[in-house]
T-cell receptor
Framework: GAVVSQHPSWVICKSGTSVKIECRSLDFQATTMFWYRQFPKQSLMLMATSNEGSKATYEQGVEKDKFLINHASLTLSTLTVTSAHPEDSSFYIC??????????????FGPGTRLTVT | EDQVTQSPEALRLQEGESSSLNCSYTVSGLRGLFWYRQDPGKGPEFLFTLYSAGEEKEKERLKATLTKKESFLHITAPKPEDSATYLCAVTTDSWGKLQFGAGTQVVVTP
């Protein structure tokens, strides 16, 4: 297996403020990291794909100016929710692809960050 | 349009009662099919990756199989600790971007 951490695990912020979430691969260098959002009783929805040293690729319908992604190194990606509003409240989860042999795509997830905007 | 469909939505089992979960997919150029387990309030836990039709993988009471149209996750003699939501996902691109099914919520009662 492999370990991916997220910080913080939960955060409460006021409407209009910005929140930064960190995602780290602890025991491997991740070629690619992904950010997902999950609403209660629903599956994961991909928000963006992040490669070290490159601009993130956002999925259709995801506001790139609202959800800023920085992939600073092969072990760290950050998601900043800017000018947060109550509708941004959700469970945010990152994942990292562990390089493997040949076409291996083992992807490991962090524990998630619960964001509540009041 | 690519689609990943999981069935059933929910499954209630008695301890020891084996069953199977289904994940059917219609995608162009499958590069990998993944199974994850997710507990409430936590991130998905990696279980298996399958790459080719006919491939099978096992881990404890779980066995995953893959055909050209679907994958099955067999749970043999489940225990209450196997209760979770099981997620199926596929990737069709070189980065490993995942498209998830809606999941199957499994409850195993003693």
């Amino acid at each position: 297996g492999a370990v991916v951490s997220q910080h913080p695990s939960w955060v409460i912020c006021k409407s209009g403020t910005s929140v930064k979430i960190e995602c780290r691969s602890l025991d491997f260098q991740a070629t690619t990291m992904f950010w997902y959002r999950q609403f209660p009783k629903q599956s994961l929805m991909l928000m963006a794909t992040s490669n070290e040293g490159s601009k993130a690729t956002y999925e259709q319908g995801v506001e790139k100016d609202k959800f800023l992604i920085n992939h600073a190194s092969l072990t760290l990606s950050t998601l900043t929710v800017t000018s947060a509003h109550p509708e941004d409240s959700s469970f945010y989860i990152c994942s990292a692809t562990k390089p493997g042999q040949g076409r291996s795509y083992e992807q490991y997830f962090g524990p998630g960050t619960r964001l509540t905007v009041t | 349009e690519d689609q990943v469909t999981q069935s059933p939505e929910a499954l209630r089992l008695q301890e020891g009662e084996s069953s199977s979960l289904n994940c059917s997919y219609t995608v162009s150029g499958l590069r990998g099919l993944f199974w994850y387990r997710q507990d409430p309030g936590k991130g998905p836990e990696f279980l298996f990756t399958l790459y080719s039709a006919g491939e099978e993988k096992e881990k404890e009471r779980l066995k995953a199989t893959l055909t050209k149209k679907e994958s099955f996750l067999h749970i043999t003699a489940p225990k209450p600790e196997d209760s979770a939501t099981y997620l199926c996902a596929v990737t069709t691109d070189s980065w490993g971007k995942l498209q998830f099914g809606a999941g199957t919520q499994v409850v195993v009662t003693p």
